[in-house]
């Protein structure tokens, strides 16, 4: 993060370290100059001000903070914003395009699986890293797969339903042909 | 026109998101896309950054506190101890339960977490830094852990800072008739008695507390962002706590990631941000950590039973006896009615026809974080259901009675409501045994008993666990109930606009209840203005009425009924309106849905929409214009929803291990306004209710460490571990008293949930004849009571071995 200190003499004030990086954010290329300590999720929340991405528990516990680096799902909470020189960030901001809704943010609304709403980012980029290599899961699958996102609110079966929803909706919408889904399962 | 006499243009109230439409909701839209703005997303120019120094001793004196070397870190701005608190009147503040508490610690630490500092600095983590470069000075003291080591001889006082306080005892409280409860005792036939404890938990919302502040010296006003439930209680407070003027205090909850009790209390780093805000003339923002929220704010539960039933031996309850010993911490801070010592746990056995109760609760000092706050639950009306149904189900079993068989026989019958209970409280109605009657349906109850016997053969261990509830859900009505003197009603204020759009307001605070969709259906319902057309506004207390808050389920009842009752003002003077444009009598004008037209000319009418067009353009002559009313709603009563869960287990004999096979529940709340919505919190509910009986609990180790003050320790079940549910609605008694005829829902399933899972367990291994083991139900709990065949006892200290 740039910082502007009180300027004290100190040795200290001279030292902090600063490095760049660059990324891609919902698709968009940024720089950043950041102290190497900087968290992940402070480089989204407040580097980029992207607010979406949640802070629950900083222990890699609650899933909160879930984004997607090059696609897979993480924990923005305990990984190092340097982690992503280089790479690609998801973040629930970069789900729905201009025009239209995520079929999984749809499949929330729908099914009601979200109350506080503020497991809901990180329980949806969960889904997407799960429907993205299997579009076809079951509850089984799906229960598994964000699990580790937790929800104070809903008891999870509705939000089961909304990324069931969601899985329905995105088959339909692009229905694979046969050998493409099995690659698909295969690298899954 | 050509419309017949007969014929309706009533507009259909499904269609218009009326009463018990499953309206999807409107504060999905922004929350899907990640546009919440919840008060960590808050961000102010020039604002700093705030983080705490707690203490890592549960008991001990400060020596002293060197904060120079934080002071000397490039981009700190302020240090707080509590002596620089105490210079400024601040280092104690009132708690909701008429004690103290420390803002920041200045004689000793009571408890481990307890705020001992703060730095505010341009980055929190610099700020972070610095706090780790205070050096606190602590002479330990020995540190108290339960209730038993604060009542011994030799122990040494917590509260040393209070005058008059000799031991470790807050209070002792006593409620019913005992003279005729020990009648009742004298003519049993059989004497059941039982003994647990309900473990501290914690709310543990995924969102943390947290407050930006921001004071400006230029026109004297304080602006907090703050996670509050209540945030006009917060605003007295801050006026009484900081003798601000409180014209001049705006307090704002934002979008609240979950609350569940735990942000209804005033919280020391409120009260902190808020006094550097004030010293730096910048914004202050604060946002705890996890570990600071499960370790130092507002717990739950952490009571001690001993209970007794007087039974006959055909099976009536003759009467019931019941001590709590309460663990409140260091600080009494429980958010609750002022007239009540241990919240309303006088209200167990209100679902039962008792003769005759007698309750004393003893309240005690020890050196664990202070809360007592109304968890998923009206003021521990949790652990009265969860003791209540314990008893129940050890009275069956020491009768040698069927566990339905016994409570039908002795619930409070249909034709009996009103009806006072043991304990005085007045419980409005409700249909018990047919509620009962759904579940045992539901779950086959004759055929798993049979197939239970047959397992049983087979050495395996299948239980069924039965629960009921009936909870006095919506404080309160003023007469009774009140938090520091302030009654507890609550408020709605709705403003038509010239077009037939309206804005609502209300006192209450929705933490993902969905208020905002709800609301606009209960203005539907009685306006006909389609709940699409109404926006819904909370939170801020320079445009909300003045409302207690939400927490207890009282928005629906009391908040949800305001907004009845604030559309139908409207509606009286739409009425005049409506009989000025059709130039008729305002008795000769009726009211469907939407719509005033001619008795006498059904097709003559006016829409809701041109009245509220004339309100501003065309009004009677002295007429005051516009469409907007405020409504204030203390309610006669509280409601009473009634709920029955049943589960079924199986237990591994092996490990102790248990599965949850079924879980079924039926939930009388009334009138549904939004059943989507109900039935979503009562699947939360039940969640929690899961998580407390099978892994959720915070517990102490001998030398005063909290074990669960993280994520790791503090375990939460996740999709995997929560088992589906079956839910039932059928069974529908409206409340008699509400305008609408709604009761409260959103904690029924969190306290009536815990006994259900508990039953189960303790009915599958029944032939060890062990008679409790506390919760949370753990494996290795049940494999010592299933390996030992004694009872087993959660309450901490934990054990070492
Ligand atoms: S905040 Fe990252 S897992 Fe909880
Ligand atoms: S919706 Fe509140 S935590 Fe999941």
Redesign the interface.
């Known amino acids: 993060m740039t910082m502007v200190y009180d300027d004290t003499g100190d040795e200290a004030t001279a030292d902090v370290p600063v490095r760049k990086i660059r990324f891609t954010i919902n698709g968009r290329k940024k720089v950043a100059e950041i102290e190497p300590r900087l968290l992940l999720a402070d480089l989204i929340r407040r580097g980029v001000g992207l607010t979406g991405t949640h802070r629950g528990c900083d222990t890699t516990n609650c899933g909160a903070c879930t984004v997607l680096v090059d696609g897979r799902a993480g924990k923005s909470c305990t990984m190092l914003a340097v982690q992503v020189d280089g790479r690609e960030v998801t973040t629930v901001e970069g789900l729905a395009t201009a025009s239209e809704l995520h079929p999984l943010q749809e499949g929330f609304k729908q099914e009601h699986g979200l109350q506080c709403g503020f497991c809901t980012p990180g329980m949806m980029l969960s889904a997407k890293a799960l429907l993205d290599r299997n579009p076809d899961p079951t509850e089984e699958d799906v229960r598994w797969a964000i699990s580790g996102n937790l929800c104070r609110c809903t008891g999870y079966q509705n939000i089961v339903k909304s990324v069931l929803w969601a899985a329905a909706k995105l088959r339909e919408r692009e229905p694979e042909p046969a050998e493409a889904s099995a690659v698909n399962k295969v690298e899954g | 026109m050509t419309t017949t006499a007969d014929e309706s243009r009533a507009l259909d109230e499904i269609k218009i998101g009326g009463l018990g439409s499953s309206r999807?909701?409107v504060?999905?839209?922004?929350?899907?896309?990640?546009?919440?703005n919840?008060v960590?997303?808050v961000?102010l120019p020039g604002m700093l950054h705030m983080e705490i120094l707690r203490s890592p001793l549960a008991h001990a004196r400060i020596k002293s506190i060197d904060a120079s070397k934080a002071w000397a870190?490039?981009?700190v701005r302020l240090v707080l101890t509590g002596e620089m608190m105490a210079t400024r009147n601040l280092a104690w503040m009132p708690t909701l339960s008429y004690d103290t508490q420390a803002v920041l610690a200045t004689d000793k630490v009571r408890f481990q977490g307890q705020e001992v500092a703060c730095v505010i600095a341009?980055?929190p983590?610099i700020a972070k830094d610095a706090c780790e470069l205070i050096e606190v000075d602590y002479e330990p003291l020995p540190p108290i852990m339960n209730p038993w080591q604060g009542l011994a001889e030799d122990a040494p006082v917590i509260r040393d800072d209070k005058v008059n306080q000799a031991d470790n005892v807050v209070y002792n409280w006593e409620v019913g008739d005992k003279a005729g409860t020990d009648r009742a005792f004298e003519q049993a036939d059989v004497i059941s008695k039982m003994e647990l404890h309900y473990p501290r938990s914690h709310p543990?919302?995924?969102?943390?507390c947290g407050s930006v502040a921001d004071f400006n010296r230029a026109t004297q006003k304080l602006t907090v962002y703050l996670t509050s439930q209540a945030p006009h209680i917060v605003r007295a407070a801050v006026a009484m706590v900081a003798e601000l003027p409180e014209h001049m205090i705006r307090i704002v909850s934002p979008?609240?990631?979950?609350?569940?009790g735990n942000k209804v209390p005033i919280y020391p780093g409120y009260v902190c941000s808020i006094l550097a805000s004030i010293l730096l003339e910048c914004p202050v923002k604060w946002?705890e950590?996890?570990t600071g929220n499960l370790i130092s704010t507002g717990f739950a539960r952490d009571v001690y039973l001993k209970g007794e039933m007087a039974l006959r031996k055909d099976g009536k309850i003759l009467g019931v006896r019941m001590h709590t010993d309460a663990d409140h911490g260091a600080f009494f801070s429980d958010a609750q009615p002022s007239k009540f010592k241990i919240g309303l746990m006088h209200s167990a056995f209100a679902a039962y026809d008792v003769p005759a109760a007698h309750l004393t609760a003893r309240g005690v000092y020890t050196n664990k974080a202070p809360g007592g706050v109304a968890y998923r639950c009206s003021f521990r009306v949790t652990e009265a259901m969860f003791f209540q149904e314990r008893m129940v189900q050890a009275a069956a079993d020491d009768l040698g009675m069927d566990q339905a068989a016994f409570r039908r026989m002795n619930f409070v019958r249909d034709d009996d409501f009103p009806h006072r209970t043991p304990f005085g409280f007045l419980t409005d109605s409700g249909q018990y045994a047919k509620c009962l009657e759904v579940g045992l349906k539901a779950i086959d109850y004759e055929n798993f008993r049979k197939e239970q016997a047959e397992a049983r053969k087979r050495g395996r261990l299948l239980g069924l666990g039965i629960s009921t509830m009936t909870e006095p859900l919506g404080a309160g009505n003023s007469r009774e109930y009140d938090i520091l003197g302030i009654k507890m009603f609550d408020s709605a204020e709705l403003k038509v606009h010239m077009t037939g759009k309206a804005i609502l307001r209300t006192g209450a605070k929705t933490?993902?209840?969905?208020h905002e969709t709800t609301w606009a259906q209960i203005v539907a319902h009685e306006l006909g203005i389609p709940a699409d057309d109404v926006v819904v506004e909370e939170g801020d207390t320079d445009t909300a009425p003045f409302g207690m808050g939400t927490y207890a389920s009282r928005s629906t009842p009391v908040a949800g009924a305001a907004v009845a009752m604030v559309s139908r003002k409207i509606r009286a003077k739409a009425r005049k309106l409506a009989a000025h444009l059709l130039e008729v009598s305002e008795e000769d004008i009726e009211w469907e849905l939407g719509r005033f037209y001619v008795r006498s000319a059904p097709g003559r009418g006016v829409t809701i929409q041109e009245c509220a067009m004339a309100a501003y353009s065309n009004m009677p002559d002295g007429m005051e214009p516009g469409l907007e009313n405020t409504a204030y709603y203390d309610p006669p009563n509280l409601t009473w929803p009634f709920a029955v869960y049943i589960v079924t287990v199986e237990v591994d004999p092996e490990t102790g291990v248990w599965d949850v096979l079924r879980m079924v529940a039926v939930d009388d709340c009334g009138v549904r306004i939004n059943p989507?919505?109900v039935?979503?919190q009562i699947?939360?509910?039940?969640?929690?209710a899961y998580a407390m009986a099978s892994m959720q609990f915070i517990t102490f180790d001998a030398d005063g460490n909290c074990v669960g003050s993280?994520?790791?320790d503090y375990l939460?079940p996740?999709?995997?571990e929560?088992p589906?549910?079956e839910l039932h609605s059928e069974v529908v008694t409206p409340c008699p008293h509400h305008p609408i005829g709604a009761k409260g829902i959103g904690e029924c399933a969190a306290v009536g949930g815990p006994a259900a899972f508990v039953n189960a367990v303790m009915d599958a291994i029944s032939e060890t004849g062990v008679r409790n083991i506390d919760m949370p139900v753990l494996p290795d709990r049940v494999w010592e009571a299933l390996t030992y065949r004694r009872d087993v006892s959660g309450a901490p200290p934990i054990r070492q071995d």
Not at chain 2, 27 to 34: A, K, S, Y
Not at chain 2, 511 to 514: A, F, K, V
């Open positions: 999807k909701r504060e999905d839209d922004r929350f899907i896309r990640g546009k919440g919840y960590d997303d961000v870190l490039p981009g341009d980055d983590y543990s919302p995924i969102e943390c979008d609240i990631g979950g609350g569940f946002i950590d996890k933490q993902g209840q969905g989507m919505i039935e979503g699947m939360g509910g039940l969640t929690e993280n994520y790791m939460l996740s999709a995997w929560t589906g549910y």
